[in-house]
């Protein structure tokens, strides 16, 4: 189903991910339990069989062992509690979950007020500079496919 980004991913030298660092299922759906909603199939294929990824200058998100989520920057729920703590945040973007935040005058996020027939929340792209956020892609497969084309 994700064969062509898992070629892109063996071939590319524009995301670095380090093998054997995988979510385990159990803490996915531990993860889902706290935030409410399932998450897209094709970050959860990410999650099992990559987990980690450095792209550029930022960490793709992943979900870390619930031993080391208290203190890990690259854990999604991590972030998204921070970010839930804020509450400015959470009145101006309610349905955001960050995924990649890059050093850079951009971020992307999970827009989980929609979901297609997939289960696939949009990924946006939230330009900081101008305050302008538009559809960056459908899934999170095709967010990692154009994000590796555009830096390869």
């Known amino acids: 189903m994700y064969e062509r980004l898992a070629d892109k991913l063996k071939t590319t030298s524009a995301i670095k991910w380090f093998p054997g660092h995988g979510a385990e299922e159990s ?8 935030l409410g909603f399932r998450l897209p199939p ?16 930022g960490n793709i998100f ?31 973007f309610p349905n955001r979950l960050d995924l990649f935040v890059p050093d850079s005058d951009e971020l992307y996020y999970f827009d989980t007020s929609s ?3 997939q289960g696939e929340f949009p990924i946006m792209c939230y330009d900081l500079m101008n305050d ?8 999170f497969a095709e967010f990692l496919e154009q994000l590796i084309d555009q830096r390869s």
């Open 132 to 139: 302008l956020i538009d559809t960056y892609a459908t899934t």
């Open 62 to 92: 992943t979900i870390c062992s619930p031993e080391h989520r208290e203190y890990d920057d690259t854990d999604i729920l991590y972030i998204h509690r921070l970010n839930q703590a804020e509450d400015w945040l959470v009145e101006r």
């Open 115 to 117: 979901r297609d027939e």
């Open 42 to 57: 094709s970050y959860r294929w990410w999650l099992i069989h990559y987990g980690n990824a450095r792209l550029g200058d």
């Open 27 to 34: 803490w996915i759906v531990e993860v889902e339990g706290e």
